[in-house]
């Protein structure tokens, strides 16, 4: 579920829509008189049913429901941080979520997003029960000449936390994480010699600490304009921490806005992921683009470079074209010698809420197999 946070606020929205009926001044823009709901989300506090939507390739169109906790309103947290003079700390937002899809996935779960000491400290984290269908191809894409794909099932549960640390300051954060998953992995058909994997492969414990460190200079968090997001993780699995094997796993990307004139954006990023080490098939990378299913091509390492540009025709539209090349390579093939993997597509974006510059609309990306679309919420990129 690459794209879950996004999904979310789009069903935020589109409840909030419902809730927000018969009050005029809260769902238009006195302004343009356009739909907007910049006073509803800015008002808000405590429960919040939300509707959940889902189109991954890779599992199937589905859907389901979250329960939202907000602490406070945006409107009462800015007003706080502007009578102590300090930074404006996010609302603490607590969530319960029940989700399937047509291929059989499905999962139940709850996390929190919390901020302390004027967003100094922030923590995230979660756990879920889940049952997860997909398509493994091989490492590399590599299978018996036989054998176009193996379907899997993963079933069990997956727990995620992780505490940062603002440095002084700045736009710079560190911190720590720790990922535990048990999971229960079982093939479709045939057996797992079929896969060409090792014993240690289909490993169902796993459990890691990292470190993280993250930049961020963005003017805003959903629709950004100008701006960079990026950090570095590092994970390090062990049975002395409760994994079945020894692992480790790396993440680097840096996302990066600028503008064009008063009226276009260019967006540029570049990821890369690694795994090293005794790891697991379903958490060796994968090459993650719009038009790609997830897990669709995988390896020991891959690498995505995006660019995106968006022209904002009015105030609240917004037209966007992108291309991205990803490879993934490492077991069988070099960098050298792998193919490029090439996704294209085009989308738009209303601006639902033009206070918070938080946008909604819909991508349409071409993959190399098949054409794939997406209700996005604000920025694709996670």
């Known amino acids: 579920m690459r794209r879950t946070c996004g999904l979310l606020l789009t069903g935020l929205l589109l409840s909030s829509a419902v809730h927000a009926q018969g009050f005029r001044e809260r769902i238009f823009d006195p302004e343009d008189g356009k739909l907007d709901l910049s006073n509803y989300l800015l008002d808000h506090r405590g429960a919040l049913p939300v509707p959940i939507v889902i189109t991954e390739p890779a599992v199937g169109y589905g859907g ?61 984290g979660g756990a879920a029960a889940v049952s997860v269908n997909l398509d493994f191809y091989g490492i ?10 193996v379907g899997y099932n993963l079933k069990g549960s997956v727990a995620f936390n992780e505490l940062t640390r603002r440095l002084g300051e700045s736009d710079q954060l560190l911190g720590v994480r720790w990922l535990y998953l048990d999971l229960k992995t079982r093939l479709d058909t045939g057996t797992e ?37 990026a950090s570095i993780d590092a994970m390090f699995y062990s049975p002395s921490l409760g994994s079945d094997t020894t692992f480790q796993a790396y993440r680097a990307h840096a996302f990066s806005y600028i503008p064009a004139g008063d009226s276009a954006t260019v967006a540029l990023r570049i990821d890369g992921r690694t795994a090293r080490g005794e790891v697991p098939f379903y958490q060796l990378p994968f090459i993650d683009m719009r038009g790609v299913p997830a897990a669709r091509y995988q390896d020991e390492n891959t690498g995505v470079l995006e660019v995106e540009g968006r022209y904002y025709v009015t105030p609240r539209w917004i037209l966007l074209a992108f291309v991205g090349a990803g490879r993934d390579w490492g077991r069988t093939t070099s960098f050298s010698d792998k193919g490029t993997i090439v996704s294209k597509g085009i989308g738009f974006r209303y601006m639902i809420a033009k206070r918070l510059g938080l946008s909604m609309g819909i991508d349409v990306a071409r993959g190399p197999e098949d054409t794939a679309f997406y209700i996005q919420m604000g920025n694709a990129w996670r």
Do not use: C, Q
């Not at 590399?140 to 794909?149: E, F, M, Q, S, V």
């Open 64 to 124: 389901g429901i979250a329960l939202l906790w907000f602490s406070e309103s945006i409107r009462d947290a800015a007003s706080h941080a502007k009578d102590s003079g300090g930074r404006l700390t996010p609302p603490n937002i607590y969530g319960l979520a029940v989700f399937g899809t047509e291929n059989g996935t499905k999962g139940l779960g709850g996390g929190a997003r919390m901020s302390f000491l004027d967003d100094r400290w922030r923590y995230r």
């Open 140 to 149: 590399g894409g590599r299978l018996d000449p036989t054998i176009d794909k």
């Open 193 to 229: 010699s079929d896969t060409g994997l090792t014993s240690k492969e289909f490993a169902k414990k796993g459990s890691g600490l990292g470190i993280t460190y993250a930049y961020d200079s963005l003017d805003n968090i959903f629709t950004t304009k100008r701006g960079v997001e």
